[in-house]
């Protein structure tokens, strides 16, 4: 079918919107996602693109996906799906992820045109980190006359404020997340705090900015209050030497010194061996029981069988903005959650006002309050029976589907009648 026969197609069913079914508007709608993560990487961003590729197409969108060629993508306990969920047809090409690989950036820009003008989407999302991809993504679309959303996830100068101390790095994510922003029709960001951070920071229309938050996207498992063997779980990419390794293990010396016989679980180490003398040097490898990166659907069952979630994030009071995925999942099986973090920022609020666990910027403040919930039953299970009054407000279908009906439905309709009305 030619382009053009192509837009009448969908304009014809757009005329009947107000009297039949819009499921058949969809129908023949194009999405191109461009996902700097995508499965089976076992990042939690490549679980969000993950999430809004397969329940897109739930929607009837035509949804095909680009990210870029990585070696080790077949690696054992990588997150992993029925293999019928994931029939999204993905693209991998050389794109350009960080400024100190500049040298790829002319395959990366022309592949990326190329597959762009293939796919003929009419719609193109992309998301951040790092804004290398979104930047180039933004400038093809709007090249190309396409409707661009953005989905920020944390800023590109966040993530370089603490892996880079070289100004001219900080300089460029400045640049190219600003230009990014700028051409984008719509922007998604995950808490209330991140769109006030992209507002101030670089000066973003409020009405531009939708609330999209993360979630939680695995079946859960049996959810059981009688045997919950680990204290405290942790689930997340960990280096002996990492800020937050440091940070949690202090945590965990803290609580044994009052319980001695606690137990604790820690899962996504990239270096076991690592932090494996690391703990025998602070005497706790009888009580903390250390785990590679799971597969994803494994994850329930890991967590299941643990009475508090802990979520560990900079003190820095810039990531005040943060809310990671993993708190989601800690709600999903009804784990009071546990956070060290800045004074003030979206974690603290979503735990407090939902009132699912305890919260500090203090490591010995945090410690009482853990112990607290560990030797009072009834603290616990009301923060435990609260996460799970909240959890179906957070898997990631229904979320996808409200950005949808509330965001990317309107946005689609207004392609169809922009381009039938030249």
Known sequence: MHNKDFYIYKHLLFQDIKFKNTVQFVVCMKMLLV?????????????????????????????????PIKNDLHVENRYTYEEEEISIKVHRIPLLMDTKDITIFPISILKLKKLIKKINPDIIMSSST???????TAHLAKKLKIPFIMDVRDPYESSLRTASRKPIRHKIAYYVEKKSLQQAKLIFAVTPQLRNLLIETYGITKNNIKIV?????????????ETRNNDLVFIGSLTALGRNSQNIIRLL???????????????????????????????????????????????????????????????DPFFGYQLPTKTYEYVAMG?????????????KKFIEENEIGVYSNNENELTKKIISILEN???????????????????????????FDRYIKPLLESVVWNVNNQ
């Open 213 to 225: 938050t993360n979630g939680f996207d695995f079946k859960k498992a049996e959810i059981s209050n």
């Open 130 to 136: 790092p804004a290398t991809i979104t930047w180039q």
């Open 35 to 67: 996902w700097p993560y995508f499965y089976p990487e076992p990042s939690a961003a490549a679980v969000r693109g993950n999430a809004f590729a397969r329940y897109l197409k739930q929607q009837k969108i035509q949804v095909e996906v680009v990210a």
């Open 253 to 315: 010396e803290k609580i044994k010194e009052t319980l001695p016989n606690s137990s604790f679980k820690i899962i996504g180490c990239k270096h076991k061996d690592e932090l494996t003398i690391l703990l025998k040097k602070k005497q706790l490898q009888n009580n903390v029981h250390l785990e590679a990166p799971i597969a994803h659907h494994k994850i329930p069952d890991h967590l299941s069988d643990s009475k508090i979630g802990l979520v560990v994030i900079s003190k």
């Open 377 to 403: 039953k009834d603290i616990w299970k009301k923060f435990h029976e609260n996460a799970l009054k909240i959890a179906k407000n957070y898997t990631r279908e229904d979320i996808t589907k409200r950005a």
């Open 335 to 347: 784990l009071p959650i546990a956070a060290l973090g800045a004074k003030d920022g979206a974690l």
